[in-house]
């Protein structure tokens, strides 16, 4: 018996969903996290969430990219347009691109800025950035722009995922979905 070279692997479907779900959450929360008038200490929870989430999405980004790179799927699994298909890479790679910037330049923007990643100080890990207001600032506003950025390629990604599986049914929306599939 072959395997279905078009479907995700179980672990890509995991990983990938756990990404979605996280990445999702962060979006409202980084919003949320800088408006005045907060609660301190729910802000202070906010910012440390997002952070230690942050430093997550970071290494599984990694692992994403490393599973990607032993277990690559068919690209194209049913005939597309050419303008379609270069819709879908470019965008793909706008959110993987993208998920590796933004926890890269939150890391920047905090460490050098002087603030703490409770987790990372947790473990012992010292700061990789020297402290720097002018390079806070610069990956402050990456990480700022990016957040449209991403927010924006999500928003083309669930589209044209649902229109695969709502209107095409043409079998790309269930090659993620569901997130546990049967090939590992």
């Known amino acids: 018996m072959s395997a279905d070279t078009t479907q995700y692997t179980t672990t890509a479907r995991l990983i990938h969903w756990t990404m979605a779900i996280l990445v999702i959450g962060m979006i409202p929360v980084g919003f949320l996290m800088v408006q005045k008038g907060l609660d301190r200490s729910f ?4 910012f440390i969430s997002h952070k230690n989430i942050g430093v997550l999405l970071l ?13 690559p799927p068919a690209l194209h699994p049913v005939p597309m347009a050419p303008l379609q298909k270069l819709a879908a890479h470019m965008t793909h790679v706008g959110l993987y691109g993208l998920l590796l910037m933004m926890p890269l330049a939150g890391y920047i923007r905090v460490r050098a800025g002087g603030f703490p990643i409770e987790s990372l100080d947790a473990l012992g890990i010292p700061a990789l950035v020297p402290r720097s207001e002018a390079l ?6 990456v990480h700022f722009y990016g957040s449209y950025a991403i927010a924006a390629l ?31």
């Open 154 to 184: 999500i928003v083309m990604h669930i589209g044209a995922a649902c229109f695969h599986g709502l209107f095409l049914k043409d079998g790309v929306f269930s090659r993620m979905w569901p997130p546990v599939g049967k090939k590992v």
């Open 43 to 46: 802000q202070n929870f906010l």
């Open 59 to 71: 290494i599984l980004i990694f692992v994403r990219l490393f599973n990607r790179w032993r277990s």
């Open 136 to 141: 806070a600032e610069a990956a402050k506003m």
